[in-house]
């Protein structure tokens, strides 16, 4: 596929007039905002028949500078919001913007019956364990012994794992990879809108006003290495403290249930 200039991908698949974005300065978010753009463009996404459908949350902002059709919803349920969408329109490509936070704990049941359902949506989750938007807080994905505005002396529970989680549920593909490996993250995104079937892409982002700050990563660039030091790609490899997985980890073929229910409904229309 074709790297296509950044130029290019703002006059083709952003709202420039809705720029400059509202993300402060050093966030990743624009990284993985970038990286679906790229997957769009290169993928040819058609923007009459791709809409976009995000949640509330600092990534969630996302959908105002996408030019595509565009779908803001309430925290939780950008998920539940998409499923009734493809249900109504299984013609149309649906791909749903959401944070950690938005998956991983208001919307994790959505998250749980859209991967069983293995219903035709690509989940593009930005993970960067706090809540940015109401001040850094602890979320689901929180690694443990983190500081946040909640957990002043070391967050006590252990992290939630989205993708093991969508993975058991019943997704037909999910895959990692961070803002620091952006071509690994823009072909993993693009081969979860190709995919039949529920698709799962979980971005792993940083936030370095809240996050980063309370835990002395004192630069955003000392995040994104972060991100690089502790990813890793084997699949065969141990993980040590902190490590987690990236690239395609899960990928099989199962039926989908906007074809399954359609098929349903026309044959009890027939009989
Ligand atoms: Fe990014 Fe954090 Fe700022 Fe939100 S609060 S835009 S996640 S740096």
Not at 37 to 58: E, F, H, P
Not at 185 to 190: D, F, K, M, Q, T
Not at 196 to 205: D, H, I, L, R, Y
Request: hydrophobic fraction near 40%.
């Amino acid at each position: 596929m074709r790297a296509i200039p950044t130029d290019e991908i703002l006059d083709s698949h952003f709202r420039t007039r809705a720029l400059p974005h509202i993300w402060c300065p050093g966030c990743s978010h624009g990284i993985v905002t970038r990286a679906l753009a790229q997957a769009l463009a290169q993928g040819g996404a058609d923007k009459d028949r791709t809409v976009l459908v995000s949640g509330i949350g600092c990534s969630s902002r996302a959908t105002g500078y996408l030019d595509f059709y565009t779908v803001h919803t309430t925290h939780g349920r950008a998920l539940a919001v998409a499923t009734g969408l493809k249900l109504a329109r299984p013609e149309l490509s649906v791909v749903v913007i959401s944070g950690d936070g938005d998956t991983g704990a208001i919307g994790t049941s959505h998250l749980v019956h859209a991967a069983r359902r293995n219903i035709d949506l690509t989940l593009v989750c930005y993970v960067n364990g706090t809540y940015g938007m109401t001040g850094g807080q602890g979320a689901p994905t929180t690694p443990c012994g983190d500081i946040t505005s909640t957990s002043p002396f070391g967050h006590l529970e252990r992290p939630l794992d989205l993708c093991a989680l969508a993975q058991a549920a019943g997704a037909s593909f999910v895959a990692r990879a961070t803002a620091w490996h952006f071509d690994l993250l823009v072909r993993l995104i693009a081969r979860g809108i190709e995919k039949k079937g529920f698709a799962m892409v979980e971005a792993v982002s940083s936030c370095p006003v809240y996050a980063g700050r309370l835990n002395e990563q004192d630069t955003p660039a000392q995040m994104l290495f972060a991100m690089r030091d502790h990813a890793v790609a084997d699949p065969g490899a141990p993980l040590g403290p902190g490590q987690f997985r990236i690239g395609a980890l899960w990928d099989v073929e199962a039926p989908e249930y906007a074809d399954t229910y359609r098929q349903h409904a026309t044959g009890r229309t027939e009989r």
